[in-house]
């Protein structure tokens, strides 16, 4: 697991991408050996002028103000144990910010920051659900956003697409992990360390897949999922269920 970082540190990532109204999203880097893995950040802006962050990456200074232009950071949602890395300096730079986890990752999450909510809903926004994930014992937490466009899942580690892996490391890490190379799938880590009942997780996948305005799925690994992403659900329910 990668190191929690006490200062503002910017890593390498792409340019913030505007996925849907009041949605942006941004696809960052781990360094590794012989390579670097994906990871993302997504920033949902909420009612009162207010932005939710999920799974934080520090960015630089202008990116930094076009996330403050969307909204006022105001929810830092850390949506399982093993996404603490930006946390700490999330909650320094914005020490307002109410912090959502998970309740299975609440005590690792409050090692990094305090924890203010786990399974209630501190969002205020009728727009945007805070789901615990059934089957992953309370480690993992979805966001489902509602706008006029559609329907966005934004996901963590229960789902990869890591269809590119930048060097020999990554590419390794993500086919002996089973992140998504050649299609999404779940993860075999995680379905070895936090998928307790694959019916469960086998069930909230079908439900998210019957919401008929499902517009894509983001994930905190790997591309965003737009092609299908209904179908993609059914797919990866099935599997769970073999």
Known sequence: MPAILEKWEVMPH??????DEGLLTVAGEIA??????PRRMTVIALTGGRTAIYSAIALDEPEMAEIEALGRPSILIVPSDKHRMDAGIWKQRYPEMRVVAPPGARAAVA???PVDATTSDILDDEAVRWTIVPGTGGHEGALTVRRPNGLTLICNDVIGN?????????????????????????????????VEDGKA???????WAEEPDLARII????????????????TLADKLAD
């Open 14 to 19: 792409e340019p913030l991408v505007h996925v």
């Open 32 to 37: 590794m050996p012989l390579g670097n893995f």
């Open 111 to 113: 090692e990094v920051v």
């Open 162 to 194: 890591v269809a590119h892996p930048d060097g020999i490391g990554a590419k390794v890490m993500a086919r002996l992990a089973g992140f998504g190379v050649s299609e999404p799938q779940v993860p075999r880590v995680v379905r070895h360390m936090i």
């Open 201 to 207: 997780l086998a069930g909230q996948f079908r439900a």
């Open 219 to 234: 994930v905190s690994h790997g591309d965003v999922i737009e092609e299908n992403p209904r179908e993609v659900l059914r």
